[in-house]
């Protein structure tokens, strides 16, 4: 397939408005939007795109939450692409507990070449880019045969509603991007700005969350010595699925990556009546899993751990019960859009990006299982372009401007590389 040059891609790299896009990258952290409360960031970014030329549209996914959308419009019917990100935020920066960092808090500031604030690494950064790509490219006034879509969605923090946490603030887990692409939300080809640090994710692991309850008598203290205690008893659980899960994330690795559980929350008990044994013990689970492996046959794999334990414990029985299921999902590196994603971006830099896997999960799930052929590429994450080693995770968020700088150019390289040819091209 012939891209053109690299050349003649540098001239609408010139329409990039660097300080713009970090202007509008910082606008985008200081709104808060964890999940649930998008819509003041949905509304700023519809704002944002009608003032720079687009005709975007607000897309209610549930009252007050709403995907924006827009179009640059091709001129025939060339190949389309679609940019793909979530507005909402790991976390909404008030959570108790959560490290005294400036850098995990709603609030952009600027030092020495990087942008910090919640949000900007996990994946306002990218979303920035894609409007500053889209912007260059309808500046340069260069004709494109096909679309580019724009889709910054809610909800796809990795979270769910569960027991007592119900609400618009626990439906995350793709919530938005599942609601737009079943609602008109197609195209040949997409690019979900996840924080890759410029390496091409073709594939990642899904995940399976699990809830596995003990109940009990609720004696008294005074008695307790001769009643089993759910707590005691949910430690044998937990030493069970530990063991456990050392032989499966080495036996379930996805390309070298390890498919982890975590033991994730636990409850027990009534804590304003500590003068009773919990009459109930629940812990919940997190396990990951390949795109090539059922959910079923992970959930088989729990319930036979808790039968043995069952068995070599007396008085315990736990019910386990499937809470949430998001599944992995794997585009061929050879694809078409692997291949012109690496295309582009060896437009910018000169080489092939590295290509790696990743243990999180991201909307691409979504699409790819509804025939919109998708990967990962983004600007935030670890350095691997630069021998620049500042990058810090415990530092909270934050991201090189050199980077999204970077990674925008290779957008606009991948607006030209996609939309200036036929639909047949990209077809599988």
Known sequence: MDYGTSESHSKVWSFIDKEKMVSLAKDLVNIPSATGEEEECSL??????????????LQEVEPRRSNCIATLRGKGKG???LFNGHMDTSYSGKEQFLPKVKAFQPKAYEEDGWIYGLGIYNMKGALACYIAAMEAVKK?????????????????????????????????????????????????????GEPTGLSLLPGHLGYMWSKITLTGPPSHTSYSHDYPNT??????????????????????????????LNLSAIEGGWPYRCSRTPVFCTL??????????????????????????????????????????????????????????????EDVFGEKPE????????????????GVPTVNYGPAGRLRTTSDSRWDPNAGEHVSIQDLYDCTRVYVSLILNVCSKEREDFVL
């Open 355 to 370: 290509v790696i896997s990743e243990a999180y999960i991201s909307d691409a799930t979504y699409l790819n299982r509804f």
């Open 231 to 260: 707590i005691s008893q949910m430690t044998k659980i937990i030493t069970a699925l530990e063991s456990w899960g050392k032989d499966y994330r080495e036996r379930r690795k996805y390309k070298g990556y390890p498919a982890n």
């Open 79 to 81: 190949a389309s692409l």
């Open 140 to 192: 340069s006034e260069v004709e494109l045969r096909g679309d580019v879509k724009f889709a910054a969605v809610v909800g796809e923090i990795e979270r769910g509603p569960v027991d007592k946490y119900q609400g618009s603030s626990f439906r995350g887990g793709g919530f938005g991007t599942s609601y737009y692409v079943t609602h008109g939300g197609i195209a040949d080809v997409a690019v979900i």
């Open 44 to 57: 700023y970014l519809n704002d944002y795109l009608y003032k720079i030329g687009f005709d975007p549209f």
């Open 284 to 345: 919940y689970i997190d396990t990951r899993v390949p795109p090539n492996v059922s959910m079923m046959e992970v959930k088989s794999e729990i319930a036979e751990v808790l039968e043995q334990v069952s068995k070599d414990v007396d008085g315990i029985n736990p019910h386990l019960e499937t809470i949430m299921t998001v599944p992995g999902t794997e585009i061929d590196v050879e694809s078409p859009v692997s291949k012109v994603v690496m295309k582009s971006h």
